[in-house]
């Protein structure tokens, strides 16, 4: 998956009173989809595409604070 990240400029943390903040996000299958539904076009039996649940997109937000 892909992942952004990004630290806050320490000028910016020490007013609120904290060391290091931290913000990110990723992401993982956002460019898959099918016209079909329950189609998978990247799972392959035997040559050729198969009907099956496709991979779920998920994406991930995060802050990470150090005191």
């Given at each position: 998956?892909?992942v ?23 992401a ?28 779920l ?11």
């Amino acid at each position: 998956g892909d992942v952004y990240k990004r630290q806050l400029p320490q000028v910016w943390t020490q007013k609120i009173g904290v060391n290091n903040v931290r913000v990110y996000a990723s992401a993982n299958n956002l460019w898959t989809w099918a016209a079909y539904d329950y189609y998978d076009p990247e799972a392959v039996s035997g040559g050729s595409a198969i009907w099956g649940t496709p991979p779920l997109k998920t994406v991930t937000f995060g802050l990470s604070v150090n005191f």
